[in-house]
């Protein structure tokens, strides 16, 4: 079986300042894991993802995740936060024989202070 | 391009009704999923469709859900009988190929209030 677990259901962050979202996953065989955002009454968008290949992977709107075998953990992060990066995170893991179907953590909320 | 879409936006019913949901994949893409986000749940997968395949069913909750997929394209996810509990949003995605590292595409979901 496969789990997600995302430390911290609201993170708060003034503009500017490093942005750091937690995600630690359960797999038995090797996973694929994503990050996906939702802003407010709109469907959830990709930021990024590992599939085996490189470890620090970066995604759109200058975010950026490493996997870290030995921690299981992918944490999601962005050196300069700004006020649109205001929504809800979500990191999702899936592997090769589940069809894709992704297994989702209970999201962070991200709040960005001016 | 055009996204996914899913319809009705909205859908308030009472209890002990049935309702369709309907979700438009993007053209061409053969992978489809229903995932349900709620309060007390978070984001959970329902069902997925690929290609001519069966359809993977082991997220459904209840046998009050199903759902079928027409041509390849357009799906209807019904939920008989519907409960207080069944008040969701329900998203539907979609991806193009089979392996589990694609992207998947989310419409805007489906909020369904169960009264």
């Known amino acids: 079986a496969q789990s997600v677990t995302q430390l911290g259901s609201h993170v708060s962050v003034s503009e500017g300042a490093l942005v750091l979202l937690r995600c630690n996953y359960s797999?038995?065989?090797?996973?694929?894991l994503f990050w996906y955002v939702q802003y407010p009454n709109q469907g959830l968008q990709l930021l990024l993802k590992?599939?085996?290949?490189?470890?620090l992977v970066k995604g759109i709107n200058g975010f950026e995740a490493e996997f870290k075998k030995s921690e299981t953990s992918f944490h999601l992060t962005k050196p300069s936060a700004h006020m649109s990066d205001a929504a809800e995170y979500f990191c999702?893991?899936?592997?090769?024989?589940?069809?894709?179907?992704?297994?989702f953590g209970q999201g962070t909320e991200l709040s960005v202070k001016p | 391009g055009a996204g996914v879409s899913q319809s009705p936006s909205n859908k308030v019913t009472e209890k002990g009704k049935d309702v369709e949901l309907r979700c438009d994949p993007i053209?061409?893409?053969?992978?489809l999923y229903w995932y349900r986000q709620s309060l007390g749940q978070g984001l959970e997968f329902l069902i997925y469709?690929?290609?001519?395949?069966?359809?993977?069913k082991s997220g459904l909750p209840s046998d009050r859900f199903s759902a079928e997929r027409t041509g390849g394209s357009v799906s209807t996810l019904t939920i008989q009988r519907t409960q207080q509990e069944d008040s969701a949003v329900y998203l539907c995605?979609?991806?193009?190929?089979?392996?589990?590292?694609?992207?998947?595409?989310f419409g805007p979901g489906t909020r369904l209030t169960v009264l």
């Open positions: 999702a893991v899936t592997s090769y024989n589940q069809g894709g179907k992704l297994i």
């Open positions: 590992y599939t085996s290949a490189a470890t």
């Open positions: 469709f690929q290609g001519n395949s069966a359809p993977d």
């Open positions: 797999s038995s065989v090797p996973p694929y």
């Open positions: 995605a979609s991806g193009s190929g089979s392996s589990s590292y694609n992207e998947q595409f």
């Open positions: 053209s061409g893409h053969t992978a």
